[in-house]
Each structure stands twice: as C-alpha cells, then as structure tokens.
C-alpha cells in the first residue's frame, strides 16, 4: 500500500515533468510511447487506489463528459480592461505622459504581446493550481476549473520552489491556428456554424460543459501577470521570468525596452513579425515595469494607468477584381461575390469575398477590373472595404447586379423591406434543393452520415432526391451503383436516414429550412407549439407571442406553410416516421425490443450520435439506459476517451464494451 502511494507520486511528479518539458519548453526527455507507458501505469494504480484521487494529477487532462453548469466566483482582484492605442505616436505621447507623472522618472517598459483569445484567472495555493475563473464582468466570472485542468500548457502542479504560498496569476486563454483550422475543417464537414475567429472558438471551447470535447480541441495558454502579496520580485519582468521557472508559459516576446526608441523598434517589429505566429494577437501591450511605480500611477475606473494596448491596423491587401460572381443559397437568396486575383493576407490566399447584397455593392461602386481592398480585420471570411478608383482602367463598366436567377434563369424578386434578391424558383432550382438536402442532412439536424453538398448534387441529378421526403425512400440497392459508393457506405447512409426518425422534433424543424428560422428560433417555435399540426394552424398573432419571434419570422413560417408543395413534404416525412411532435416526457415510442431487459452504461464521446440520441436509441429499443457500472451491467456503450475509473471496472467485472459501430449493427 505504502509502495503504491510512493509510486503514484513519483509517476504524478515525472508526469508533471515530463508535461513542462513537453509542452512549455518543447524539450522532451522521454519519448511519448514512454510517457504514454507511465500514464497508463498511473492510471490503474489510481483507479487500484481511490482513496488517492487527485484532482490536479496529470491524469486528469483528459476531462469528463460529465456535464454540469458554471458556478459564479468573485474575483480577489477585479479584472480590468486596457487602453487601447492605434498609433505608435499614442503610445510614445503614453511614454512620456507616464514619465511625467512619475515627476520625470524614466520608467522602464515591457514590451509584451497582446494574445487575442478569452482572458482568465488562475489561483494557486502551495504549488497547486485550485481554481480558473473567467474574466466575466471583471467583478465575478465563471468557474471553468475543470476545463482549465485539460489544458496541458497550464501548470497543475509547480515546478521547483520559491513560489509564495499563495497567489493569482492571470492570462489568455488561446486557440492555436492549427487547432483552430482542425476545427472550423470539421465543423464544415459536420455542417456546423464555424467560429469566426480564434478569440469565439477559445472562449466558446471554453464554456463547453464536456471538458473531454475541451481536451480534445488543444486550448493553449499564455500567462502576463503574477499578482499577490509576497512576490518574488518588485518588478513586472523579473516576476514573469521567474514564473516561467514555476512552469508557467511566458512569452518569448515579452522584453525589457529603456527608452521611446526601443519602444517604436517593438512595434515596428512586431507589426510584421506577429504573423510568424501560432497564435492570434491583436495587438501589443505596454507596461510600466516596476511594481512600486505602477502603485504611483493607479487605475482609473477602467484600466491601469501603467498599462497600455497598441493595436494592430487590420490587415489589408490591394487586388484586381477578376469578376463577380452570385451565389444562390438554399433560401434563394442571392449573394454576390468578388472574385479576385489571389492575394496573401495574414497567412492565407484569398481569391473570393462576400459582397453580401446589391446595396453594398453599390455603394462600394464596384467596376470591371478595379483594384479593390480586402481587409481581415480578425474575421475568417475577407471583406471588401473599398475601391482605389485612381487605378480604374477608362471606359469600365458598372458592376451590374444579375436579374436572372445565375443557376435556373428565373427572374429574381426582391422582398419588400430587404436587402435581398430571391430567386423565387423554390422546387426547380438546383443549388437551393441542393443546398435544403445538405441541410437537412447536417449534424446539428438530421445528423445523416455520408451525404455532403457532391452526393446531394449527385442525388439530385440522378433523379433520386428532388426533395428531402424522398430520402426516406432510398433504397440501399440504388445508392450502391453511384460513383464513389460502395456496399458499406451505401448501408451507412440507409442507417443514417432510418436513425434519423429518432430525432427530436425541434432538429426537424429546424431541417426544414423555413427562412429565417435558425437553430435557436426553431427549439423555440417547436416547444412553444408542441406540434407539426399545431404549427400548421398558427396564425401570424399566435406565432409572434413565441420568444424571438417578430413580425418576418411569422411571417416566413405561415408562407412556408401556405406553400403546398411544402405541405406535401410535411404530409410525407410525417408517413416516413420523422417526428412531427415533442415527445411526452418520459414515454418513448417503441421500435423494437432487441436490447429488451438490458442494463446499458454510456460512455464516452461519440462520431455518429449524440449521447441523448443514443438514449433514446436504447429505450426505443426496450433497453435500460443506467448511469454507473455494476455487476447487473450488460454492456458498455463506449465512444472515444472512456473514463480510466470506468475502463477499469468495466474490465475487472467482465463487462462487454461495445462500439458505436457494433451497437448500431446490433439494432439495426
Ligand atoms: S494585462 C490590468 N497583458 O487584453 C491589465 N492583457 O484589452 C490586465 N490581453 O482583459 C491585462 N494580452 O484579456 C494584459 N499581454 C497582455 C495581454 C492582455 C491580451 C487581454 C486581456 C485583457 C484585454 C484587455
């Protein structure tokens, strides 16, 4: 017993080691098959030995599926915001403003960068991380602790010693650019929104109430600023550097400037050197070094007077328009695009922007052949912010916006009080049906596998889905013969659509593409109604009495109503088994009773299904959804990232871990 407790430590402080030299110091000792090796042992030794459970050993990192909300912390220190400055005359006028204050001091600056992601507060007490709270409104924000702990940048326990007994040191939370393509990739694929920039993701990532999601999206942090009362050092820089030999990821950009000269050197490097980066950043941030200092010069209501933030101009590229192009969505609506000669702007070749409707076109007054400006300004998707009109070739003409539907050939109409132009051709137009099919088969709403926006296409112009009711038609014989389908992928798509009946009645109506109802308004309209039937009935009134409702969201709902073709799509997705109700709590319609008498644990993060589809997979199919592994358990569901504790009794009781695969071919 005793020989287990010594060897979990020793495991806990190697891991932790090996952890640092890992991730902050990109200096590994141990290959990964060796580190994999001791965690493994860590864990068994562990789940053995209960009684020694720690939350911040390193085997902790990989997070819970386990959901619960945030609880609200008080900050010790209210977190302020920063000054913002746009110019390197702001800040050297900031220098000098400082010095002056200081009754002519010099004051030595450090120079820093400023990460562009979610800040957050972490509290230490004897080398032990205890608790990671968000910046919420500078006052109190959310305890995030549990999913801090995944992030392997952040220290759970400390390196070597003279750290005080307690403290608070604050940063950013980040989403690297890799990490964050990773993830905008799937989120595409999966036909979810995608983030805007890595500043959303972060903080969105953040606030997950699935830490092992967290785990897996590889957050990063970096750490600016040590508060508390026995501080090793009386000044900012020496504090951080120390912090760094704590464990601590500081800035290798963070550097000591001793005069306005040194100061516009930084900016000017770093205006171009930042896009080198891993990281996003928005900006640089200025502070007075020492503590003693800073106490001199205070706050204001906002932000420390010893600090300032210089931000970056948005990044801009002047390129030749090619030609514009329009784009027809699933709703009709029009979009137009520039499409220009490729241009590199922050690290990426941009060729295409939105030109988002035929007002701003205009007023942007876009010719043939002009240079136009592209900014990114923090935002994945470039806009064009202007023209240089001295560059216009004689005898241009006026970008016209098109008449005609560019894919049918329908005359466009445009909706009184929009900004818009639809094409009206709802049931012939290719890239609308197209684009509803895609939709419907999205994960957040139907979640069918295997249909993206080319086997839609393809569908289509096989004559096999004009609409989305015939899916539920497909036979698995005629998908076979399609190119670039195969026997098996064909049967996962048929068990895609026929899963697909189980899905809630809110994500139906959502699949529907109603214009104008979005993910959120569509949980709304469903719940508030109860029912299709219902639904159906409801006047423009009645419709807008529903939260987030207004008076054009009614308005859509009873046109798509109104519409007969859409009628007859209800009437048949209804006779195909697709739920057209919100289901009473706790009554689940029965399919079948293959798992009848079955004691099912779930566990884990899985591809095909959310974990409530699942749920109510099991009950549908007589079996017993059942939350903690016991003798009387028939079988594990398991996904990815299977808790350690779970896996362990699962094996020491004899219990079987079935797949997702496996259990959707057990109901099939
Ligand atoms: S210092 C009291 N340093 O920018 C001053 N903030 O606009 C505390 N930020 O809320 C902040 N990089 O989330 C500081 N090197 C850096 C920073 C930084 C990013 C964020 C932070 C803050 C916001 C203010």
Same mark, same amino acid.
């Given at each position: 017993?005793?020989?287990?407790?010594?060897?979990?430590?020793?495991?806990?402080?190697?891991?932790?080691?090996?952890n640092?030299?890992y991730y902050i110091?990109?200096?590994?000792?141990?290959?990964?098959?060796?580190?994999?090796?001791?965690?493994?042992?860590?864990?068994?030794?562990?789940?053995?030995?209960?009684?020694?459970?720690?939350?911040?050993?390193p085997?902790?990192r990989?997070?819970?599926?386990?959901?619960?909300?945030?609880?609200?912390?008080?900050?010790?220190?209210?977190?302020?915001?920063?000054?913002?400055?746009?110019?390197?005359?702001?800040?050297?006028?900031?220098?000098?403003?400082?010095?002056?204050?200081?009754?002519?001091?010099?004051?030595?600056?450090?120079?820093?960068?400023?990460?562009?992601?979610?800040?957050?507060?972490?509290?230490?007490?004897?080398?032990?991380?205890?608790?990671?709270?968000?910046?919420?409104?500078?006052?109190?924000?959310?305890?995030?602790?549990?999913?801090?702990?995944t992030i392997r940048s952040i220290p759970?326990?400390?390196?070597?010693?003279?750290?005080?007994?307690?403290?608070?040191?604050?940063?950013?939370?980040?989403?690297?650019?890799?990490?964050?393509?990773?993830?905008?990739?799937?989120?595409?694929?999966?036909?979810?929104?995608?983030?805007?920039?890595?500043?959303?993701?972060?903080?969105?990532?953040?606030?997950?109430?699935?830490?092992?999601?967290?785990a897996?999206?590889g957050l990063d942090a970096?750490?600016?600023?040590?508060?508390?009362?026995?501080?090793?050092?009386?000044?900012?820089?020496?504090?951080?550097?120390?912090?760094?030999?704590?464990?601590?990821?500081?800035?290798?950009?963070?550097?000591?400037?001793?005069?306005?000269?040194?100061?516009?050197?930084?900016?000017?490097?770093?205006?171009?050197?930042?896009?080198?980066?891993?990281?996003?950043?928005?900006?640089?941030?200025?502070?007075?070094?020492?503590?003693?200092?800073?106490?001199?010069?205070?706050?204001?209501?906002?932000?420390?007077?010893?600090?300032?933030?210089?931000?970056?101009?948005?990044?801009?590229?002047?390129?030749?328009? $090619?030609?514009?192009? *329009?784009?027809?969505? +699933? @709703?009709?609506? &029009?979009?137009?695009?520039?499409?220009?000669?490729?241009? !590199? %702007?922050?690290?990426?070749?941009?060729?295409?922007?939105?030109?988002?409707?035929?007002?701003?076109?205009?007023?942007?007054?876009?010719?043939?052949?002009?240079?136009?400006?592209?900014?990114?300004?923090?935002?994945?998707?470039?806009?064009?912010?202007?023209?240089?009109?001295?560059?216009?070739?004689?005898?241009?003409?006026?970008?016209?916006?098109?008449?005609?539907?560019?894919?049918?050939?329908?005359?466009?109409?445009?909706?009184?009080?929009?900004?818009?132009?639809?094409?009206?051709?709802?049931?012939?137009?290719?890239?609308?049906?197209?684009? $509803?099919?895609?939709? *419907?088969?999205?994960? +957040? @709403?139907?979640? &069918?596998?295997?249909?993206?926006?080319?086997?839609?296409? !393809? %569908?289509?112009?096989?004559?096999?889905?004009?609409?989305?009711?015939?899916?539920?038609?497909?036979?698995?014989?005629?998908?076979?013969?399609?190119?670039?389908?195969?026997?098996?992928?064909?049967?996962?798509?048929?068990?895609?659509?026929?899963?697909?009946?189980?899905?809630?009645?809110?994500?139906?109506?959502?699949?529907?593409?109603?214009?104008?109802?979005?993910?959120?308004?569509?949980?709304?309209?469903?719940?508030?109604?109860?029912?299709?039937?219902?639904?159906?009935?409801?006047?423009?009134?009645?419709?807008?009495?529903?939260?987030?409702?207004?008076?054009?969201?009614?308005?859509?709902?009873?046109?798509?109503?109104?519409?007969?073709?859409?009628?007859?799509?209800?009437?048949? %997705?209804?006779?195909?088994?697709?739920?057209?109700?919100?289901?009473?709590?706790?009554?689940?319609?029965?399919?079948?009773?293959?798992?009848?008498?079955?004691?099912?644990?779930?566990?884990?993060?899985?591809?095909?299904?959310?974990?409530?589809?699942?749920?109510?997979?099991?009950?549908?199919?007589?079996?017993?959804?059942?939350?903690?592994?016991?003798?009387?358990?028939?079988?594990?569901?398991?996904?990815?990232?299977?808790?350690?504790?779970?896996?362990?009794?699962?094996?020491?009781?004899?219990?079987?871990?079935?797949?997702?695969?496996?259990?959707?071919?057990?109901?099939?």
């Amino acid at each position: 017993m005793e020989q287990n407790k010594e060897r979990i430590e020793w495991l806990r402080n190697e891991l932790h080691r090996h952890n640092h030299n890992y991730y902050i110091l990109n200096r590994p000792e141990i290959s990964d098959r060796e580190f994999d090796m001791m965690m493994k042992e860590l864990e068994a030794l562990e789940s053995a030995n209960p009684d020694m459970a720690d939350p911040n050993s390193p085997t902790q990192r990989v997070g819970s599926d386990i959901s619960k909300g945030f609880e609200q912390a008080k900050h010790i220190y209210p977190m302020l915001s920063l000054a913002n400055t746009y110019s390197i005359d702001d800040v050297d006028a900031w220098v000098n403003r400082t010095d002056e204050s200081l009754y002519g001091q010099k004051a030595e600056i450090v120079g820093e960068m400023k990460f562009d992601g979610t800040g957050i507060s972490l509290i230490y007490e004897h080398g032990l991380l205890v608790r990671a709270v968000t910046r919420g409104d500078g006052e109190k924000g959310d305890d995030v602790t549990e999913n801090v702990r995944t992030i392997r940048s952040i220290p759970l326990k400390l390196q070597g010693d003279g750290y005080p007994d307690f403290f608070e040191i604050r940063g950013e939370i980040v989403l690297p650019w890799k990490a964050f393509d990773r993830l905008n990739a799937e989120r595409e694929a999966a036909g979810e929104p995608l983030f805007a920039n890595p500043r959303n993701a972060a903080a969105g990532t953040l606030k997950l109430l699935n830490s092992a999601e967290v785990a897996r999206r590889g957050l990063d942090a970096y750490l600016y600023y040590l508060l508390g009362d026995n501080l090793p050092f009386d000044n900012h820089y020496d504090n951080m550097m120390e912090a760094k030999k704590w464990g601590f990821k500081v800035s290798e950009a963070m550097t000591l400037l001793h005069s306005i000269d040194d100061v516009d050197r930084y900016i000017n490097h770093w205006d171009k050197a930042r896009r080198e980066l891993p990281v996003a950043t928005d900006g640089l941030v200025f502070k007075v070094n020492s503590l003693r200092q800073q106490l001199n010069l205070g706050f204001t209501a906002k932000s420390p007077r010893w600090a300032v933030a210089y931000k970056f101009a948005a990044e801009r590229a002047l390129t030749r328009l $090619r030609f514009v192009s *329009f784009d027809v969505g +699933r @709703m009709g609506i &029009i979009t137009p695009v520039a499409n220009l000669e490729p241009v !590199l %702007l922050s690290g990426t070749v941009v060729k295409r922007a939105s030109l988002h409707n035929e007002d701003i076109m205009r007023t942007l007054g876009i010719h043939e052949h002009d240079m136009l400006y592209v900014e990114k300004g923090g935002e994945i998707i470039p806009k064009i912010t202007g023209v240089d009109t001295e560059a216009r070739e004689a005898d241009c003409k006026a970008v016209e916006f098109v008449s005609h539907c560019p894919a049918c050939g329908t005359p466009l109409v445009r909706v009184e009080g929009e900004a818009a132009w639809v094409c009206p051709n709802k049931t012939g137009c290719l890239p609308q049906i197209v684009g $509803r099919i895609e939709h *419907f088969v999205g994960r +957040r @709403m139907m979640n &069918i596998d295997g249909i993206g926006e080319e086997t839609a296409a !393809l %569908l289509f112009e096989k004559g096999l889905v004009k609409n989305i009711a015939d899916l539920y038609e497909l036979r698995p014989e005629q998908l076979e013969g399609l190119e670039g389908f195969g026997k098996k992928s064909a049967e996962r798509v048929i068990d895609g659509i026929a899963a697909s009946r189980l899905v809630p009645f809110d994500r139906v109506v959502f699949a529907l593409s109603i214009p104008y109802v979005g993910e959120t308004t569509a949980k709304k309209v469903a719940k508030a109604a109860g029912s299709i039937d219902h639904l159906m009935a409801m006047g423009q009134a009645e419709l807008e009495s529903i939260e987030d409702v207004g008076p054009r969201i009614a308005r859509t709902i009873t046109e798509y109503f109104a519409d007969e073709a859409n009628r007859e799509t209800v009437a048949r %997705l209804r006779a195909a088994g697709v739920q057209m109700e919100m289901p009473e709590e706790s009554v689940v319609e029965t399919i079948s009773d293959t798992l009848a008498g079955k004691s099912i644990v779930i566990s884990g993060v899985f591809e095909h299904h959310s974990r409530d589809q699942y749920k109510a997979m099991i009950e549908a199919h007589g079996g017993k959804n059942v939350g903690s592994i016991s003798k009387k358990t028939d079988f594990i569901l398991a996904g990815d990232n299977m808790g350690p504790s779970k896996l362990e009794k699962a094996q020491k009781l004899g219990i079987p871990i079935i797949s997702e695969e496996e259990f959707l071919k057990m109901i099939e």
